[in-house]
Nanobody, 115 residues
């Protein structure tokens, strides 16, 4: 059984910063890509950023230059540093971890940016 533990969400003023973390634990498995997605009420879940096992990254256009994804393979942890936050970044953020067999999702963490 694989579990993803997310942390770091919260309330911040526009222009502020937050750092999300997600750690995968459980039975031994091989992690390929890791990433973050986000979802607003009534909307589809959308990609924020992904990072491969070799460190290649991909970002949504809306967050390029403001967000940075990184990972610590030894700790099975992925991070999302979010800077210059905007009210439109208010969403529930979900961690995603892909193994060779299937994807795994975190429980979600709320990020709220006040204007």
């Amino acid at each position: 059984q694989v579990q993803l533990l997310e942390s770091g969400g919260g309330l911040v003023q526009a222009g502020g910063s937050l750092r999300l973390s997600c750690t995968a634990s459980g039975t031994a498995f091989s992690i390929n890509s890791m990433g973050w997605f986000r979802q607003a009420p009534g909307k589809q879940r959308e990609l924020v950023a992904t990072i491969t096992s070799s460190g290649s990254t991909n970002y949504a256009d809306s967050v390029k230059g403001r967000f940075a994804i990184s990972r610590d393979n030894a700790k099975n942890t992925v991070y999302l540093q979010m800077n210059s936050l905007k009210p439109e970044d208010t969403r529930v953020y979900y961690c995603n971890v892909n193994s060779a067999v299937r994807p795994y999702w975190g429980q979600g963490t709320q990020v709220t940016v006040s204007s």
